[in-house]
């Protein structure tokens, strides 16, 4: 076999170098690198050799550049569903914006309506007021709407101010040389519009006369219809109609610190004078000469002759019948000054309101003298506080039921007793005829009775041992130190 190691053939690693010219080199670099040449007509001995190019050598040199898969194609939908997609998208945006603008008309006309309505409202309450104020100079007697506005005094003046009254009775009296007559001033308001007029028993006591006078000068001749003496109460009646007439309020409302005024006739000749002030005290006892009276106390100025007036609250509402005052000097010399006391309203309705129907109170009655248990004598002998008992009318309820003197009241039909205006108010509970209980402390031990009412009677003599001589006048007329002298 004939070996082919020794073969001339190019290795293929090595390609063969061709022979140089180099006088062709010279003349013609390019044959000299194995090309043919046009000049000399030689050719490469390797023309026709499959290794005449060397693919490596010859093959462009590149960067590989990995080629990424291309993303599938998503199949569209049918350009029916696109449409039928955009015209939902549509038809949802276009409903929330008419939801939404429905919503907020809505809203704003709920809020527009509702000014509107708070405005009517303040327009008819003002219509209301000049309506009311229109036929009186100076105020119409009439509290504000309920609205629970708050008056200045200015403003509760010029409302209320129609409604009060001055009160001039001629009074009997006895002097030295025989019977005299004697004038006597006070205040009052109108209760309702046909002529009720409500005052102070003591500012018509033994009146033979009494004349009331309006706040534009107007006199009227007045009747007594009722009174009750106990409570220092009275009404009188004139003939008038549409008269302005006090509206009237709620005593137990009140606190201490609360602003009051008392419009009256102080002296008898300073009519229709207002005194501002402020609750100063509540559930005072105060004695009189018949009774004690739970009262109400202010600084607002309560001279004589403001007697049976009224005293306002802010709302222009009467809540009291101013009745007293503490005046004159204490034991050491002291001035006093600006204690003045009225009777709650709230105490005091039910006696009006059967004042006015009747004439009398009908309300229960015990047929006891009571006074007050004294807070030492209790604590040094163990005792309760209650109403001790000094006095027990003949035939009456009390002394049918089995009461005595110096037992001591501690309860009346369910209402706890711990002194006389606790009793009092318990008794207006009941009428007369109405049968309940009465527990009492006897010889240190607790007794409950039953006991069946009276109704109280129409005139009430002064028990003995409440009668008291009259005190000498710390201020007043001449007339006033003359029958404290020499009346009889």
């Not at 100079?137 to 010029?158: E, F, K, W």
């Not at 009051?260 to 004078?273: F, H």
Request: aromatic share 8%.
């Amino acid at each position: 076999m004939e070996s082919f190691e020794n073969q001339n053939f190019p290795n293929p690693e090595t390609p063969p170098q061709p022979p140089v010219d180099s006088a062709a080199e010279q003349h013609n670099p390019q044959d000299a690198a194995g090309t043919t040449s046009g000049a000399s007509g030689k050719s490469s001995p390797y023309a026709d050799s499959p290794f005449e190019v060397n693919p490596q050598r010859c093959a462009p040199e590149y960067t590989y550049q990995p080629q990424t898969a291309p993303k599938p194609k998503k199949p569209r939908k049918p350009l029916g569903k696109r449409i039928l997609a955009c015209v939902l998208v549509v038809a949802l945006v276009a409903g929330g914006c008419l939801i939404t603008a429905y919503t907020m008309n809505e809203y704003w006309e709920e809020r527009s309506e509702a000014a509107i309505d708070r405005l009517t409202e303040k327009i008819d309450s003002l219509e209301k007021q000049i309506e009311q104020a229109a036929p009186f100079s100076g105020g119409s007697g009439h509290a504000l709407p309920d609205t629970g506005d708050v008056l200045t005094p200015s403003q509760l003046y010029a409302w209320n101010v129609n409604s009060v009254v001055a009160i001039s009775s001629t009074v009997q009296a006895s002097g030295m040389y025989g019977p005299a007559e004697a004038s006597s001033s006070g205040s009052g308001f109108i209760l309702s519009e046909d002529g009720y007029v409500v005052t102070n028993y003591h500012v018509i006591q033994d009146a033979v006369n009494i004349d009331v006078v309006m706040y534009d000068g107007t006199e009227y001749a007045a009747e007594v219809v009722g009174f009750d003496s106990t409570n220092d109460l009275a009404v009188l009646k004139i003939e008038a109609e549409d008269l302005p007439a006090a509206a009237l309020g709620s005593s137990s409302d009140l606190v201490i610190g609360d602003m009051v005024v008392a419009i009256g006739n102080p002296l008898g000749e300073l009519a229709a004078t207002q005194t501002v002030g402020y609750v100063s005290g509540i559930n005072r006892e105060v004695a009189t000469d018949s009774s004690i009276i739970n009262m109400i106390q202010t600084d607002a100025a309560i001279n004589p002759g403001n007697s049976g007036g009224p005293l306002f609250n802010m709302r222009g509402e009467v809540i009291g019948i101013t009745t007293a005052k503490y005046s004159g000097t204490t034991g050491s010399g002291a001035s006093i000054e600006g204690i003045g006391f009225a009777i709650p309203m709230d105490d005091v309705l039910p006696i009006i309101n059967d004042l006015v129907e009747h004439g009398y109170v009908t309300g229960g009655y015990l047929g006891v003298t009571v006074q007050n248990t004294d807070a030492d004598s209790a604590a040094m002998f163990g005792l309760p506080t209650g109403a001790y008992v000094l006095e027990v009318t003949e035939g009456g309820s009390a002394d049918r039921a089995g009461i005595q003197p110096k037992d001591i009241i501690t309860d009346l039909g369910g209402y706890k007793v711990s002194n006389i205006t606790e009793l009092t108010r318990a008794l207006r509970n009941f009428q007369g005829g109405d049968s309940t209980t009465v527990t009492v402390i006897r010889s240190g031990k607790e007794v409950t009775m039953d006991i069946t009412l009276d109704e109280k009677p129409q005139e009430l003599p002064t028990p003995a041992t409440q009668a008291t001589e009259p005190a000498m006048p710390s201020e007043g007329s001449y007339e006033d130190w003359f029958n404290w002298f020499f009346g009889g």
